[in-house]
């Protein structure tokens, strides 16, 4: 299996993004997906996820209501929107594929066993 985030940029306070998740493999609608992000200096963190049917999603507090998590199985692809981008949003994003099939979403790191190489957020003020 095979993740290929894309679609970061630099952009400015306010600005919006969306950063699609291309996964390889047949399998991509049994399971859960997930974005983390990771800033300079800091541990990477979850940020939103959504069960294998996309039914199903949550989102950490800091961007819940500006970002939003969707899935579309026919082009095995998760995609993140991010609106009204702030400059604490700046970060590596990162997509990742839950362990085990037909589960609800996942916020733990360790719940996730493929993960994609991250796409640069830069938010300026």
Same mark, same amino acid.
């Given at each position: 299996?095979? %993740?290929? *985030?894309?679609?970061?940029?630099?952009?400015?306070?306010? @600005?919006?993004?969306?950063?699609?998740? =291309? *996964?390889?493999?047949?399998?991509?609608? @049994?399971? =859960?997906?997930?974005?983390?992000?990771?800033?300079?200096?800091?541990e990477?963190?979850?940020?939103? *996820?959504?069960?294998?049917?996309?039914?199903?999603?949550?989102?950490?507090?800091?961007?819940?209501?500006?970002?939003?998590?969707?899935? @579309?199985? *026919?082009?095995?692809?998760?995609?993140?929107?991010?609106?009204?981008?702030?400059?604490? @949003?700046? =970060?590596?994003?990162?997509? !990742?594929? !839950?362990?085990?099939? %037909?589960?609800?979403?996942?916020?733990?790191?360790?719940?996730?066993?493929?993960?994609?190489?991250?796409t640069?957020?830069?938010?300026?003020?």
């Amino acid at each position: 299996v095979q %993740l290929q *985030a894309s679609g970061g940029g630099l952009v400015q306070t306010g @600005d919006s993004l969306r950063l699609p998740c =291309a *996964a390889s493999g047949r399998t991509f609608s @049994d399971y =859960a997906m997930g974005w983390f992000r990771q800033a300079p200096g800091k541990e990477r963190e979850f940020v939103s *996820a959504i069960n294998w049917s996309g039914r199903s999603t949550f989102s950490v507090e800091s961007v819940r209501g500006r970002f939003t998590i969707s899935r @579309d199985n *026919a082009k095995n692809t998760v995609y993140l929107r991010m609106n009204s981008l702030k400059p604490e @949003d700046t =970060a590596v994003y990162y997509c !990742a594929r !839950a362990r085990f099939p %037909l589960t609800n979403w996942k916020a733990r790191e360790y719940e996730y066993v493929y993960w994609g190489q991250g796409t640069q957020v830069t938010v300026s003020s």
